[in-house]
């Protein structure tokens, strides 16, 4: 493969549009990354396709991952990846396959478990179950090669089976297929030796590797680098791909906020500096900055970035021109993914609502230079007011606090969310750009709205602190979470905090106190922490707050808050028990709207629309994307007749 960059996109876009599901996930799939090629992508590697499983009559495997038929084996296998490596590579841009088997579902090469979280005990693989599943992989790589692919890369990483028989901790075999190094090396190098076999050099043959597993039982990077090695020695592959993190724990191999940008490039160095062959690299690669640094310092020949280019599909483009501060930083709270897999949500990146639109037509505006006045400057107000100025409307944006971002200005005081500060930098910025005519430290009301003389008007004036009717809520010592991240009021050293909201709030605030020194503990009355947040993102808040001795309380629900304790209820059982002591009480309780100027202005503004939290308090997301939504249909409305 001949790589224009030194950017590949490694697999990310299921949740975009399924390259292997109805044309028209198909279309959205191919469009998405053809725009990301045109920008300059070099490597697209995201076609991250599961094998065919084997088991018995009546079996159903379960889990996250789990596969029956798999996508080789589907009718329109090989149409889908010819026409998705046609498209990429009329761009110049080289497309490898990636084949997927997830470990335990139900295979495993002993009767074991790779996590304390997952508790599904695998079938045990006999020779027979071996033999076949090599033989599956030389069929999929055959018809991969069908596919017009450049190459295929085996997935031996984040709790594949291949992963499983790598490990000395999930494999305890006593046969050719356990206990040495070369034993439990010897499934995956007799599925390369069959792709080998059927694409002879005409095909580049990787494979994706975990640097360490998390598990402290599992092997750690001299361990991870002896297998590369191994792998290198075989001379059946062509590049190491080395990755970092489980598919559920602290760090995931989808990283967070919580870790520093490029903070595992120390980690793939030492593949680098162990290895003969090209080195690839992914993980929290966030910026073309980052990418340079890890490139640079020696860490990767090529490093993966997907979530920056989720945000941003022109990332490249913008670079090359030396335009740094134009690209949309994404701020790693994981919406891409934990969206659709938690909550059954169609795709939705938190900073950019256009992403999963290429494939729609651009809007044509039939009534340009109309006047819209944005009443908010929240998430929802910004994206609103930018994506019309876009479009032609001639934007006013007024705002009662002093700075725009609503919410997410005391948000971005938590640690480790200097992504979100960057994001509402970079909005202010757009803004200012497309030429809004933006007020701040005003406050607005309905005559003021009427004597505008705008053709429309989008309030977006956001929410107030929810304060739950719990006996004792009012007393001096009981604060709001908001104002303890704004540093408008002092907790004191010790302190409980209320959660009640299904996201990451009360984590992030529980974060921001004991980073200033207070004795934290959190108290829900759900059976566990932030049941939104997906396996991909908790454990990295989870190991934050645990390591620094947060203490959470779970199926609590607080019903009583008197001096130093509080009351609670066991949410089943209710039974009573008493919580304490505590020398101060944040709320985490979400929000309820803010609806005054709205509700007062129904009946006399005929084009008024209401959105973001001003509707229903929500995550930056749906702020986002109603903004979207509501910018498509003022945009596109026809002329009235």
């Not at 939705?348 to 006045?373: F, I, M, Q, Y």
């Not at 209820?569 to 028990?577: L, P």
């Amino acid at each position: 493969m001949d790589l224009r960059t030194r950017v590949m996109l490694p697999p990310h876009a299921s949740a975009i549009g399924n390259i292997y599901g109805t044309e028209d996930e198909a279309r959205r799939n191919i469009a998405y990354f053809e725009q990301r090629a045109d920008a300059g992508v070099a490597w697209v590697g995201s076609l991250s396709t599961h094998l065919a499983n084997r088991f018995i009559p009546g079996f159903e495997p379960t889990g996250v991952g789990a596969a029956t038929t798999g996508f080789f084996r589907l009718p329109h296998f090989v149409e889908r990846v010819q026409a998705f490596s046609d498209a990429m590579h009329q761009r110049d841009t080289c497309v490898t396959v990636q084949m997927v088997h997830q470990g335990g579902m139900p295979h495993g090469p002993s009767a074991t478990l790779s996590a304390p979280v997952i508790n599904l005990v695998p079938h045990v693989m006999d020779t027979d179950d071996i033999a076949a599943f090599v033989r599956e992989y030389a069929e999929s790589a055959r018809l991969s090669m069908a596919g017009r692919a450049d190459g295929v890369e085996l997935h031996l990483n984040h709790d594949d089976l291949h992963e499983w028989f790598l490990s000395s901790y999930t494999n305890h075999r006593d046969d050719r297929y356990g206990g040495s190094l070369e034993n439990r090396c010897r499934f995956s190098v007799e599925c390369l030796q069959a792709i080998r076999e059927v694409v002879g050099t005409s095909m580049t043959v990787g494979i994706r590797l975990n640097i360490r597993e998390e598990m402290p039982e599992g092997y750690d990077v001299d361990g991870g680098l002896e297998l590369a090695q191994y792998f290198e020695s075989t001379g059946l592959i062509d590049y190491v791909h080395g990755v970092v993190g489980s598919p559920w724990g602290n760090p995931s191999y989808i990283q967070p906020t919580y870790f520093e940008p490029g903070q595992f490039a120390p980690l793939a160095q030492r593949f680098k500096e162990g290895l003969s062959l090209l080195f690839v690299h992914t993980g929290r690669i966030t910026s073309p900055e980052v990418a340079e640094d890890v490139i640079a310092s020696g860490a990767a020949d090529i490093v993966g970035m997907a979530r920056a280019h989720i945000a941003d599909g022109d990332l490249l483009l913008k670079a090359r021109e030396g335009r740094e501060a134009d690209i949309r930083p994404c701020v790693g709270g994981n919406e891409c993914i934990s969206r659709r897999y938690v909550e059954g949500l169609p795709f939705g990146c938190a900073v950019n609502p256009g992403t999963s639109h290429e494939v729609d037509p651009v809007w044509v505006n039939p009534r340009p230079g109309r006047r819209l006045l944005v009443v908010g400057g929240g998430p929802a107000g910004m994206e609103l007011a930018a994506l019309t100025a876009e479009a032609g409307f001639r934007v006013e944006l007024r705002e009662r606090a002093d700075e725009l971002g609503g919410q997410l200005r005391s948000v971005v005081k938590a640690p480790r969310h200097e992504g979100y500060a960057a994001y509402l930098d970079w909005q202010v910025r757009r803004l200012g750009a497309l030429g809004v005519d933006v007020h701040t430290g005003v406050e607005v009301t309905a005559d003021d709205v009427r004597s505008a003389g705008a053709d429309v008007v989008a309030i977006a004036t956001g929410a107030l602190p929810r304060r739950p009717p719990i006996p004792g809520v009012d007393a001096p010592h009981v604060l709001d979470s908001r104002a303890v991240l704004a540093g408008t009021t002092q907790p004191g050293r010790r302190v409980l905090v209320v959660a009640q909201d299904d996201h990451v709030p009360p984590l992030s605030v529980a974060d921001f106190l004991v980073e200033a020194g207070h004795e934290v503990t959190v108290c829900y009355a759900t059976h566990q922490p932030a049941p939104l947040l997906g396996r991909y993102i908790i454990g990295g808040i989870l190991g934050r707050l645990d390591a620094q001795d947060v203490r959470m309380v779970l199926m609590e629900e607080v019903v009583g808050i008197e001096g130093h304790t509080v009351t609670t209820r066991h949410v089943y059982s209710q039974k009573v028990r008493t919580l304490g002591e505590f020398d101060s009480v944040v709320l985490a309780c979400g929000s309820v709207p803010e609806t005054t100027l709205y509700d007062e202005l129904r009946a006399d503004v005929p084009e008024l629309h209401v959105l973001g939290d001003a509707y229903a308090p929500r995550r930056l997301v749906f702020a986002t994307r109603q903004a979207y939504a509501l910018a498509e249909q003022l945009v596109t409305a026809p002329n009235p007749t």
